[in-house]
Each structure stands twice: as structure tokens, then as C-alpha cells.
């Protein structure tokens, strides 16, 4: 497999270094792995640090900025960061008031996160974790390591960071953020696999007319593998899961993000788009706020996922202050 | 007559790590073929990054103690994912049950004991859940049983003990970690992390051998 690299063990170090060199407006520790504002954080505010694995870029280094995260700890391609990055990460933008760590729920991130706010703690930092698991491919919990966290990421991590912003209290921005991640669902198909530049080969073998239904976000294999069909049928399903699971009445408010994993034409998102659009529209369901793109990838997996957020005026108000990062900016 | 050693002093214990970091060397693309099966395939490639550094930090230790509490330190601050806190952890669990005194076969395996509720602490793991624990289980107790033979003994059943419990994740359904996401799927597939505890258990087995 081809890759734009220079040499596998150096990808994360090499992207720093041009993620540093691309914005002015982020401070970039190339030897603690931290990716921080370059202001520093404003007395008296709570500060969010989010991280995981590299490979799922703009997530989540291209979402720190005004109005969003402090920090971000990218690990190893597809490999949670270690405690101390995280640590590193927290001294940096504590400012008095707290700090929130925003956690995709996997288990590499939780005990790592977990490892790290008991650090944390040690050192008199106060901290809350907000866990994000809002895949519904993943259905039992008794008998996995719960859901994944996926597209609501970015929901949390943007109406969370509004509402730190505007001076909410770390007890406050961290019981918004699990609010957030509640109302959430996400469902994701796989066209083709994903490599890392470790492997140099695709993490599983998938043959010319079958898709993954249910996949995560390193590559995993979904639950289960079928036949490609036309996309309104896809979407019909993954919608249906969503549904199912989380159930919307006529006149709901939605935020849709319908995102890339990294492979896949925008051309497509939006028919994508178009087809979710519909289905909701057949229910009643409006779709308040959109977002379409590549923001919550999966290296060069070709696909999409489809994450839904119910929202009231209160979440669509912090949806909407402003934020001024490499990823999402608008307000500004 | 016991074979070999009698006690696990701060030399054996640096070799046991230096063995360690040669076998994830050795087995890192029979590593990362299994997690890429049932996960996503960095299990080999992360190992081998925080077992080099272990290897490079492992001679600044006094103890056999040290030795593997330094090493967890290290495994925790440069493995990550889920490997990184779980082994980190059981190795500082062991090095703190060994204390500063070279251990014989009784005390090491205590620490063995305290190794492995190190890992069910932090992951709650359960044997059967296709994890480390199922290899880690049975090598504690086989450890245990042949403790009074002494070191050699112990640690070769141990690591025989290790070896079948990986195999026996083949046809288990994956509970915990990431291979849990594939339900049924994960079923026929022996898991990585069982499999780089076996070679722990083989690497001790391989240095205190007689």
C-alpha cells in the first residue's frame, strides 16, 4: 500500500511537526505529544482535553481553538496516548477551574485517561471525564466493552467547549457533555478496510461487492459483512439501527453529521446526506443543524457514519457559538 | 535437587526483560496478524515499542523489585492503548510484592498472584472474556502448584500453562477489549493478548531454566 510517509515509526512525530507548521493559532510539544491553544487558557475557565489514537484526523488536535478543546493528545497511529501526555496536556491549560477530559470509550483510552486524572488529581487538579459511546453497532453491553465513541465526539467536544467558553462550572460543562453524548447515536458502513502505516497492508480483506455494516473506527471488522447495495438502502438500515435505539418523534430537533472515514468522495457524503435527509423528513424529524465531511476518520477507510444529536434550544445555542479552530470554524 | 536458580535477583530479572523485548521482537508480525483478525492490529507494534525501552532502561536498576516496577513505569508512559496500563500495572504490582530482596520461587510467585490482580483491578477481565487473564490465570496457578519444585520448575509450567490457555482463546467469544465489537465473529481466533502473556511466561521459563 502507497503512502505519502516518510517512514512508518515517524508518522505522528512528521504530522506534528506540519500540523505546528500549518497553524499559527496552536502550540504544538512535539516532545510530550501536546497539541494546545496558543493563547493560553483564560483565567477562571474550565478547560477541555480530549486525545486518542492518530489516524482519525481533524479529531483531535484540528478541534482545538476558541470556543472547543484546550488540548489534544494524539497516541500512535490508532493507539490511545499514554497517562503522562494527558498529565503534560492538563498542567499546560488548567487555569483555576478544572479540568474535563472528553473520552472515546475504548478501553486503551479509558485506562489511560483513568491512569492520567488520578495523576492529575495527586497533583490538586481537579478533573472530570466525560465518556463518549454512542455507536449503536455495538448493542450488548454485558457482553463487550460498551459502545464505542465515534461521530458524537464531536458534538460533545464542541458544545461542551461553547459552554466552557461562556464560564460554565466543571461540574456544569461536564454534566452538558454527558447530556450531549445521551441524546447521541451513530451507525457506520465500510467500503474497504483501512491500512496503517505499520501494517502497510489493509486490517482485513474485504472483496469487490461486500460492505462492512457496523464498523468502529480503527479499522476493527464490523459486525457484519453483506452485499454492497444502492446507498438509499444502506442508509435505510444504519438510519434504522439508529432509530431503534433511540427513538424521534415528529417535530425533534436534530444536529446530523454525516462524516467521511477518510476514503470517501464528498459526492458521496451528500447523496449520503440526501438519503438521511428524507428518512427524517418522513418521520417529522428536523434537521436543525448539519455538518458534511471528513471530521471523525478512520486513515484512508472508505465509507461513512451517520451520528444523530436530539437537540433543544440549549444545545443548538452552544452548537452555535462561535469556534475558531483548524477543523470547525464558523461565528468568527 | 532443584535445576537452576534459586532466587530471582536484580540480574535475572534485568534478563527476563531483555528475553521478553527479544520474543516481542521476534513474534511482533505474529502479533499484529492476530490483532489485525480481531482488532486493529497494532498489538506487536506497540509491545515491541515499550519492551525496547524497557530493555534500554533495565540495567539502571538495583532489585529485581526495580527491575519490574521501572518497567512498568516505562510500559505505562510509552505503550498506550490497552496493553500499556495492564501490563504497566502488573509489573509494578510484581515489583512492588518483591520488595527489595531477591525472591524465591514461593515469593515470586505471590507476585506472580499479585501481577495478574493487577490486570483484573484495572480491566475487569474474567477468565473466559478472551484476554490476557487467560493466559495469566493458569500460569499463576501452575506457578503456585510447582512452586516447592522451585524456580526452573515453576516457571516451565508456568509457561506451558501460559501457551495452552492462549490456544484455548481460539474458540471463545471475545467479552472485554476491542475484539468485543465483533460479537460472534471474534470466535476462531486466538487472542493477542493471551498470546504475548504466553511469551512472558516462555521468557521467565527461558532464563531461570536449569
Known sequence: MKKLINSPDDVVADALAGIAAAHPGLSVDAKERVITRAAQTRVGKVALVSGGGSGHEPLHGGFVGPGMLDAACPGEVFTSPVPGQMLAAARVVEAGAGVVFVVKNY?????????????????????????????????????????????????????????????????????????????????????????????????FDLPEDEIEVGVGIHGEPGRSREKIRPAREIVASAMAAIL?????????????????????????????????????????????????????????????????????????????????????RWGV | MAEGPVLLDATLARS??????????????????LDSAIGDGDHGANLQRGFRAVAESAPDRATAGAVLTGSGMTLISTVGGASGPLYGSAFRAMGKALGDAPADAEQLGAALAAGLAAVQGLGGAQPGDKTMVDAWTPAVGAF??????????????????????????????????????????????QDPGATSTALLFRALAEVVAG
Not at chain 1, 464542541?158 to 461540574?171: D, N, P, Q, V, Y
Not at chain 2, 516457571?155 to 468485543?180: F, I, N
Request: aromatic fraction near 4%.
Open chain 2, 144 to 189: 503456585g502448584a510447582a512452586a516447592a519444585e522451585g524456580l526452573a520448575s515453576a516457571a516451565r509450567a508456568a509457561a506451558e500453562a501460559a501457551e495452552q490457555g492462549a490456544g484455548d482463546t481460539v474458540p471463545l467469544r471475545a467479552r472485554k477489549g476491542r475484539a468485543s465489537y465483533l460479537g460472534e465473529r471474534s470466535v476462531g481466533h
Open chain 2, 16 to 33: 527476563w526483560m531483555l528475553a521478553m523485548a527479544s520474543a516481542v521482537d521476534r513474534e511482533r508480525e505474529q502479533l499484529t496478524a
Open chain 1, 107 to 203: 478501553t486503551g483510552d479509558v485506562l489511560n485517561f483513568r491512569m492520567a486524572a488520578e495523576l492529575a488529581e495527586d497533583e490538586g487538579l481537579a478533573v472530570e471525564t466525560v465518556l463518549v459511546d454512542d455507536d449503536v453497532a455495538v448493542q450488548d453491553s454485558t457482553w463487550t466493552a460498551g459502545r464505542r465513541g465515534t461521530g458524537a465526539t464531536l458534538f460533545v467536544e464542541k458544545i461542551a467547549g461553547a459552554a466552557a467558553e461562556r464560564g460554565a462550572s466543571l461540574t456544569e460543562v461536564a454534566a452538558l457533555g454527558r447530556r450531549v453524548n445521551a441524546a447521541s447515536r451513530s451507525f457506520a458502513v465500510a467500503l474497504t478496510s483501512c491500512t496503517t502505516p505499520a501494517a502497510g497492508r489493509p486490517g
Open chain 1, 244 to 328: 431503534a435505539d433511540r427513538p424521534m418523534e415528529p417535530g425533534d430537533e436534530v444536529i446530523v453529521l454525516v462524516n467521511g472515514l477518510g476514503g470517501t468522495p464528498l459526492l458521496e457524503l451528500y447523496i449520503v446526506f440526501g438519503e438521511v435527509a428524507s428518512l427524517l423528513a418522513a418521520r417529522g424529524v428536523r434537521i436543525a443543524r448539519s455538518l458534511v465531511g471528513d471530521y471523525v476518520t478512520s486513515l484512508d477507510m472508505a465509507g461513512v457514519s451517520i451520528s444523530l444529536c436530539r437537540a433543544d434550544a440549549e444545545l443548538l445555542a452552544l452548537w452555535d457559538a462561535p469556534v475558531n479552530t483548524p477543523a470547525l
